[in-house]
C-alpha cells in the first residue's frame, strides 16, 4: 500500500504569470547563489586578511624605518606602500572567486540544472556577470580603503603618512651626513618638498580597487572559457605574475615596450601618488588601466561567446 | 506537447540520436525506454537546450524551449540528482532556481514540503542521500507548476520505497493533466507507469505506440505444454503450420496456437498433456527482442536468448 498518497503529491496551482522572465530574476537569483556559499565569505575574508593585515604589517616596518633612518622619508609614497598587499596578493585571492563563481557551475554539476531552470543563456552569463563584478567592486572599495586609512595609521607619528583630507609635505631629496651619535638616528638635510595632493590620493585608492575588480573579471572571463577551477587560477596566476617576471629578464632596451601591454602593469603605476614617482617606462595611470579593462572586457566577450555556444 | 523532428546529435564520430522523430502527448505518463547508451538522456538534454541538436529541431508548445516566457511554468526537468552545488542549503539551491523564472519565495517552502525536506531545508545538500537529492532535484521539477515533467532514470539508486513514491508523483502528475517523459533502461519499470512508450536504440527509433499495443506488436504469447510423447505432439504441432522449441524442463514452447488448438489437437492425436499453459510476453521480453541488435555493448551470452526463462509479466 502506497503510504504517499495523491494529495500529498499534489503541488499546490501557481498563481499565473504575465510577461517574460527577465534580467531582474537571474541577477537576484545569481546573487542568492553567491552570498549561499561558503567560498564566497572565506575568499573575501582572505582578501581582508590579506590585503589589510599584511599592509598593516608592511606600514608598521616602515613606521619604524622612517624613525631610525629619516632619509627614507624623501619620496615616501605612503598610499602605494599601503596598498601593495591589497594590488599584489589581494588580486590573486579575488581572482580565486571571479574563477569559482563560473568553474563551480561546472565542477558540481550545478550548470546544466541552472540552464535547465533559465535556458536563457546570454541573460544567466549576464546576471553573473553583473553580480560578481558590482560585489567585487564594493568590497575591493571597502578593502582599498581600510587597507589605506589602517596604513596610514600606522605611519602616524612619522609626518610622511598620505592624507584624503587634505595636502601632505613630503621631503623630494635626502643628504646623508655622517651616523648620528649613538642611539639616535643618522643626521639627514632635506632638499625640496614633494605635494601629495588628497585629489591624487583618492584616485590612488579607487584605482586601485578598479584594477583588482579588473583583475577579477578576467578570472572569470578565463573561468568561462576554461571551465575548470585550477585551470583557470593557474593561467591567471600565469597572466598576472608569472609572465610578468619572465618579461624582467628580456634585454631592458625592449622590453618595457610589451611591459605596456600587460594587464598587471596598471597595478603598478595606479597607486602612485608622489609626483614623478611613477615608472617613466609605462603609460600613464589611466591609459595602462584601459589596457587591463582591454583584457577583462574582452575576455569576459570570449567567455559569453563560448558560454552560449558550448553544449552545457 | 514536445515535438522532436529529425533530432540529430553527434559527439565528434558518435552519432548520439540518429534523426529521432516523435512527440508527446499531454496528460499521459510517456515512458522513454532503451537500453544504455541509446541515447535518451542526449535527446532530453537537446530538448532542454542544453545541447545543441546538429540537425533537426525540437518544441515545447511550437516554441523552442529557451524562448518560451517562464521556462520553468513549462517544463520540469530532472536529470541529474547530484547536479547541485553540494555547499548551499536545500532552501538556497530551490531559491536560486525560483528567482530565475520570478517565481514567489514561498514556492520554495512549498515544495520543500511536498517532497518532505522541509526538516533539513537548511542543510547544505552535499550531505544528502541519493533519496533525499532524488527529492530535492524533484522539489526543483515542481517549483514553477510546469506543464510537462521530464526525469531521467528517475528510480536509478532509489530504494523500494523511494521507488513507490516516484511511481506515485509520476501518477499522480499525469493525473493532473500534466505531460510526463520519463526515461529507463529497465522495461519493468514501465510496467506499471507509462501510457506510452517510445523505444530508442543506438539513437534510432524502434517504437513509438501504446502500452497495449507494444506488447501486442511483439512475437507475442507463447503456450507452454508438457507432454510424455514430445516427439508425436511436436510432429502433430508442425503439421498444423505452427512452431515448437524445446523449453526448461522437458516442456515445448508452442508459437502460433492456442491452448484450445492445441488442446483439440492433443485430444484427436490421442496424446496425454501434462501442462498446457498460455504464456504470455512479459514487457521485459519484448523489450529485449526489440533492442537486441541495437544493444550497443553487449556480452556475448553463452546459449543466447533462452526462450521460456522469463513467465508472466508480474516482474
Known amino acids: ?312 | 506537447m514536445i515535438e522532436v523532428r529529425g533530432l540529430t546529435k553527434r559527439y565528434g564520430a558518435k552519432t548520439a540520436v540518429d534523426s529521432l522523430t516523435f512527440g508527446i502527448e499531454p496528460g499521459k505518463v510517456t515512458g522513454f525506454l532503451g537500453p544504455n547508451g541509446a541515447g535518451k538522456t542526449t535527446t532530453m538534454r537537446c530538448i532542454l537546450g542544453l545541447d545543441y541538436p546538429d540537425e533537426g529541431t525540437v518544441t515545447v508548445d511550437g516554441k523552442s524551449y529557451p524562448d518560451l516566457a517562464y521556462p520553468m511554468r513549462e517544463v520540469g526537468a530532472l536529470l541529474e540528482a547530484k547536479a547541485v552545488h553540494g555547499g548551499r542549503s536545500a532552501f538556497n539551491h530551490l531559491l536560486c532556481l525560483a528567482q530565475t523564472n520570478s517565481l514567489p519565495r514561498r514556492r520554495v517552502g512549498e515544495v520543500l514540503e511536498l517532497v518532505g525536506l522541509t526538516e533539513v531545508a537548511g542543510k547544505r545538500s552535499k550531505g544528502f542521500s541519493l533519496g533525499m537529492s532524488q527529492r530535492l532535484g524533484i522539489a526543483a521539477t515542481l517549483l514553477g507548476d510546469p506543464k510537462v515533467v521530464m526525469f531521467d532514470e528517475p528510480v536509478n539508486g532509489l530504494d523500494p520505497e523511494g521507488i513507490l513514491w516516484i511511481r506515485n508523483l509520476m501518477r499522480t502528475l499525469a493525473a493532473e493533466g500534466r505531460t510526463v517523459f520519463v526515461s529507463s533502461h529497465l522495461m519493468s519499470e514501465m510496467e506499471h507507469t507509462a501510457d506510452h512508450l517510445i523505444v530508442i536504440g543506438r539513437g534510432k527509433l524502434i517504437a513509438d505506440c501504446t502500452m497495449r499495443d507494444f506488447i501486442a506488436g511483439s512475437s507475442g504469447a507463447s503456450v507452454r505444454v508438457r507432454t510424455p510423447s514430445t516427439d508425436q505432439l511436436v510432429r502433430a504441432i508442425t503439421a498444423k503450420g505452427a512452431t515448437a522449441a524445446t523449453g526448461d524442463a522437458g516442456s515445448i514452447e508452442v508459437r502460433g496456437m492456442t491452448t484450445e488448438q492445441l488442446g483439440e489437437l492433443a485430444f484427436s492425436e490421442g496424446i496425454v498433456l501434462h501442462e498446457l499453459t498460455t504464456v504470455r510476453a512479459s514487457l521485459e521480453e519484448a523489450f529485449m527482442e526489440l533492442t537486441a541488435s541495437s544493444v550497443e555493448y553487449r556480452a556475448d551470452m553463452p546459449g543466447g536468448h533462452q526462450p521460456g526463462t522469463m513467465i508472466g509479466s508480474g516482474v
Open chain 1, 1 to 312: 500500500m502506497a503510504t504517499i498518497t495523491t494529495s500529498d503529491v499534489r503541488p499546490p496551482a501557481l498563481p499565473p504569470a504575465t510577461g517574460h522572465a527577465g534580467l531582474r530574476g537571474v541577477v537576484a537569483s545569481e546573487f542568492t547563489k553567491l552570498r549561499s556559499v561558503r567560498s564566497t565569505y572565506w575568499t573575501l575574508g582572505a582578501l581582508l586578511i590579506v590585503s589589510v593585515g599584511i599592509g598593516v604589517a608592511v606600514m608598521a616596518g616602515q613606521s619604524s624605518s622612517l624613525t631610525h633612518n629619516p632619509g627614507n622619508k624623501a619620496g615616501f609614497d605612503g598610499t602605494q606602500v599601503s596598498l601593495i598587499p591589497f594590488f599584489e596578493i589581494g588580486q590573486l585571492v579575488i581572482a580565486v572567486l571571479g574563477a569559482l563563481t563560473i568553474t563551480s557551475e561546472y565542477s558540481t554539476g550545478m550548470i546544466r540544472t541552472s540552464l535547465t531552470a533559465m535556458p536563457r543563456r546570454g541573460l544567466v552569463y549576464a546576471a553573473k556577470a553583473i553580480v560578481f563584478t558590482t560585489v567585487t567592486l564594493v568590497i575591493a572599495l571597502v578593502t582599498s580603503f581600510v587597507a589605506f586609512f589602517a596604513g596610514q595609521a600606522m605611519v602616524a607619528g612619522t609626518g610622511v603618512g598620505a592624507s584624503l583630507f587634505g595636502n601632505v609635505k613630503i621631503p623630494a631629496n635626502a643628504i646623508f651626513n655622517g651616523p648620528g651619535s649613538p642611539g639616535s638616528p643618522p643626521k639627514v638635510t632635506f632638499q625640496g618638498t614633494d605635494v601629495i595632493s588628497a585629489s591624487t590620493v583618492l584616485s590612488a585608492v579607487i584605482g586601485t580597487a578598479l584594477f583588482v575588480t579588473l583583475v577579477a573579471v578576467i578570472a572569470f572571463g578565463l573561468g568561462a572559457i576554461i571551465r575548470h577551477t585550477a585551470g583557470t587560477i593557474t593561467t591567471v596566476i600565469g597572466i598576472m605574475f608569472v609572465i610578468p617576471i619572465l618579461v624582467q629578464l628580456l634585454p631592458d632596451n625592449w622590453r618595457w615596450d610589451i611591459t605596456r601591454f600587460f594587464p598587471d602593469a596598471a597595478g603598478r603605476v595606479i597607486s602612485v601618488t608622489v609626483p614623478g614617482g611613477g615608472n617613466p617606462h609605462l603609460w600613464s595611470s589611466w591609459p595602462q588601466m584601459i589596457v587591463t579593462a582591454c583584457y577583462a572586457v574582452g575576455l569576459l566577450a570570449i567567455g559569453a561567446y563560448l558560454f552560449r555556444k558550448r553544449d552545457a
